[in-house]
């Protein structure tokens, strides 16, 4: 805590900081809620993990970027509402930076909202006002002035992530290619891999476009107000330029799976389709002022992505040897790579179904 207090003193907060605990469950950053005083704002502290973004200075300016270019949207739509309706990052003191460098890490702060909830499940009912959120966000941000880099490069680029896979795989770091249940993975995950690259060739081809995404829509990742409206998205690390499947799939993945992505209990894992047709109808509601046909009809493939982006992901950290995503236990990894797998292939199932319901918007 005290450490916590120094790095606070450093950023323009208003009011006395009264106690910081720890806040939510991301993989990636460290975050924590700081209460001040009544009559003042609270704040989210977040420790970013720089090992991942390493370029903190493009990260935030591609967050201000964003969150300024959302504020004037809404201002002008007379949003009456509108701290709670987009993040506010704060600056530091002596100077117009939103992080702060304590010569081993990066911090920064943001102006926590009051009234919100964020949920691990949701019914089909908020499923769809998410989707319509997101569309939203994706429209909103259709006709942002400034460019956007690429906090991480090629982050959902499913080429890499595979590529990625195949390098752990030869290095095999660890020891753990000699575990059976490993080449058993790796060999029907392989089965599925020239299919879901499929995006980035249609891309090269010219058929599919990049667009302003959040990349990590995961169902926690959104604030929710007491009725189920939704109040803004959070967790903006990820904002770049990205084909639509990202959102449209990361938040299924996430949303759709009837058991959360770590649960060993593979045979509990199934593809949600009400939450499927719920968040769909509310974000091709949303986004089809902008969706060309070729995406909206790859919707389904999206659905299908991101589980398997997601095993390939969680698998090449185990076999990594665990450097990426925080993990509770030693085969955390190996366990949530079983259950994206499970999901996947449930998904794979169902794609002539959700085929049928988007051709039905
Ligand atoms: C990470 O930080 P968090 O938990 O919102 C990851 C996502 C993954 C997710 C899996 C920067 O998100 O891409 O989908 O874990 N973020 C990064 O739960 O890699
Ligand atoms: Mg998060």
Sequence with gaps: MDNLSNILSHFALKGDVISVEPLGNGLINDTYKVITGDSFPDYVLQRINNAIFTDVDLLQSNIESVTR???KKLLAEGEKDITRK????ISLKDSPKTYYFDSQKYWRVSVF???????ETVN???SYYAGKAFGQFEAMLSDIPDKLGEPIPDFHNMELRSRQLKE???ADRVGRMA???VQEILADLLKYDKEMCKAERMYREGKLPKRICHCDTKVNNMLFDASGQVLCVIDLDTVMPSF?????????RTAANTVAEDDPDTAAVDFRMDIFEAFSKGYIESASAFLTPVEKENLPYGALLFPYMQAV????DYINGDTYYKIKYPEHNLVRTRNQVALFKSALSKVERMQTFIGSL
């Design 244 to 252: 639509v499947f990202s959102d449209f799939g990361d938040f299924l």
């Design 86 to 89: 987009v993040l506010e990052f």
């Design 168 to 170: 752990a795989v030869a």
């Design 113 to 119: 909202i009051p009234d919100a909830y964020t949920y």
């Design 313 to 316: 992901r969680f698998f090449a």
């Design 124 to 126: 089909p009912e908020y």
């Design 69 to 71: 270019h959302i504020r």
């Design 179 to 181: 575990e059976g249940e």
